[in-house]
């Protein structure tokens, strides 16, 4: 019998209010290692708010003369509003579905009205270890969509690939694979790509100097796993589980030939019985 969403989501939810600072939704995240937060009122789901919600209000800093800390704005200018809830008792099929059509990483799940957990793609990649193995191989899942860079490249760069749909493999010149820069690696960067501007004082008042920011050696994840596209799924979405990533690369021999990620695996559940 297909698993339930109450079998496999988180109940322990890390929440913050409407009314919550952008910067303690930003430090929840970086101190819990997630990325979204539920966003409640009483014990109500009123939004969910991801990394990249933030990294994008982050980012929206303007002129340096207009700059105010944007770490101050409130959650609810950013948030998702009433977004989409799944129930406890619904199939772990039916919340990939929903995330796959959707394009979500993660569902609330409700009940009685009331913020019961929430399920998310790692959570989904946690079942199809356990139940999926022999279903899938990897070549049936592996995208072939993914950019190639040095590990000095600089963020902006990077986020404008990822923003374009692109995962991010860091690669040296001589050709050997040493990372993978993933769209939850740089979310909370996103506020020192490429340049920003530091104001100083000066006789005249302040200035703004810009200074270079980090490259993608400084966020990348350095994964040393090789995989090949004949080995089980299944083994795929373990290593993900254990290694804490969103993305494996897939080597045909000695050759990089793609990627299986978390979206791959919630994909896969969604299409395996029909």
Not at 142 to 162: D, F, G
Not at 196 to 205: A, E, F, N, W
């Amino acid at each position: 019998m297909m698993a339930k969403v109450r079998d496999y989501m988180t109940d322990r939810v890390v929440t913050v209010t409407p009314r919550d600072t952008l910067g303690r939704a930003r430090n929840l995240m970086l101190e819990r290692k997630i990325r979204r937060l539920v966003v409640v009122e009483g014990n109500r789901v009123v939004g969910i708010i991801t990394a990249i919600d933030i990294a994008k209000a982050l980012a929206r800093r303007g002129a340096p003369w207009r700059w105010r800390n944007p770490e101050n704005s409130l959650v609810e200018r950013f948030m998702t509003r009433d977004p989409v809830t799944i129930g406890p008792d619904e199939l772990i099929r039916t919340a990939s579905k929903i995330m796959s059509e959707r394009g979500i990483g993660g569902l609330p799940v409700v009940k009685d009205s009331s913020l019961a957990g929430i399920i998310t793609e790692t959570d989904v990649s946690r079942f199809f270890s356990d139940g999926m193995k022999g279903i899938y191989r990897i070549r049936d899942l592996m995208e072939k969509n993914y950019q190639v860079i040095s590990p000095n490249t600089n963020l902006k760069k990077v986020a404008k690939l990822i923003a374009g749909g692109s995962r991010v493999l860091v690669v040296e010149e001589n050709g050997n694979y040493v990372g993978m820069i993933t769209e939850g690696d740089i979310a909370l960067w996103e506020p020192s790509l490429a340049k920003k501007y530091v104001l100083i004082p000066s006789r005249t008042g302040r200035r703004s100097v810009d200074v270079r920011v980090r490259s993608a050696r400084n966020i990348m994840k350095e994964i040393d796993v090789r995989l090949n596209p004949e080995e089980d799924a299944a083994k795929a979405a373990r290593f993900m589980i254990e290694w804490g990533v969103s993305a494996i690369p897939v080597f045909d021999g000695g050759n990089l030939v793609g990627v299986v990620d978390k979206k791959a695996l919630v994909r896969g559940v969604a299409n395996a019985w029909g």
